[in-house]
């Protein structure tokens, strides 16, 4: 059974600094990966798809590797401003099934202080 | 771009009630999932649909049914609402044809069950 694990789970930094997220996933047989942006009591906010077949994609300041061997994901934020506060979510969608459901991780709660 | 738009942003229902919890998307997306998201359990799929008509148990169903009349409409459905039921329902729609199926979700529906 897939399982993603986003470590840590509260991150606090201080503006301008450049930070990485990390996601983990047992099952490395994904069809794509997804990190989604969420704001205090709203949706989510899709920032970067990567596709099984590729090994990042960029957005901005944001870049997001995949390593699908070691089953590993990270989000890459350069010179984070206190908007980029939010609470930070990857999936994963595996091979197999018509729909491609999506298994998320718990998500990282990231402050930026001004 | 694409919208999904959910029918209320919060309601509250007394135990016992049907609830109706509407979801629409304007992009013609074949495939339309419901979740729901808790403090400490993530999101979690409760049921998707992959077409008109048709619709898939995910991994929570227990206590909730769902309605796909039409493509651009997916309905989530509280036969008799519970406390345990109080959560933020969160709507996704998705295509094939979109570049790695990317999943597109709407602003949410925090529902309370007093």
């Known amino acids: 059974k897939q399982e993603v694990t986003q470590i840590p789970a509260a991150l606090s930094v201080p503006e301008g600094e450049n930070l990485v997220l990390n996601c983990s996933f047992t099952?490395?047989?994904?069809?794509?990966l997804q990190w989604f942006r969420q704001d205090p009591g709203k949706g989510l906010t899709s920032l970067l798809l990567i596709q099984s077949s590729q090994r990042e994609q960029t957005s901005g300041r944001l870049n997001a590797s995949l390593d699908k061997s070691s089953g590993r994901s990270t989000l890459y934020i350069a010179a984070s401003q206190p908007g980029d506060s939010a609470t930070y979510l990857c999936?994963?969608?595996?091979?197999?099934?018509?729909?491609?459901?999506?298994?998320f991780g718990t998500g990282t709660l990231l402050a930026v202080q001004p | 771009d694409v919208k999904v738009t959910q029918s209320s942003r919060y309601l509250v229902k007394r135990t016992g009630e049907k609830v109706f919890l509407e979801c629409v998307q304007d992009?013609?997306?074949?495939?339309m999932f419901w979740y729901r998201q808790d403090p400490g359990l993530g999101l979690r799929l409760i049921y998707f649909?992959?077409?008109?008509?048709?619709?898939e148990k995910g991994d929570i169903p227990e206590g909730y049914s769902v309605s796909r009349e039409k493509k651009e409409r997916f309905s989530l459905i509280l036969e008799s609402a519970s406390t345990n039921q109080t959560s933020m329902y969160l709507c996704?729609?998705?295509?094939?044809?979109?570049?790695?199926?990317?999943?597109?979700f709407g602003p949410g529906t925090r529902l309370t069950v007093t």
């Open positions: 649909s992959y077409d008109v008509k048709m619709k």
């Open positions: 992009m013609d997306h074949e495939n």
């Open positions: 099952d490395s047989a994904i069809y794509n």
């Open positions: 999936a994963v969608t595996n091979y197999g099934g018509a729909t491609n459901k999506l298994i």
């Open positions: 996704a729609s998705s295509s094939y044809r979109d570049r790695g199926n990317e999943q597109y």
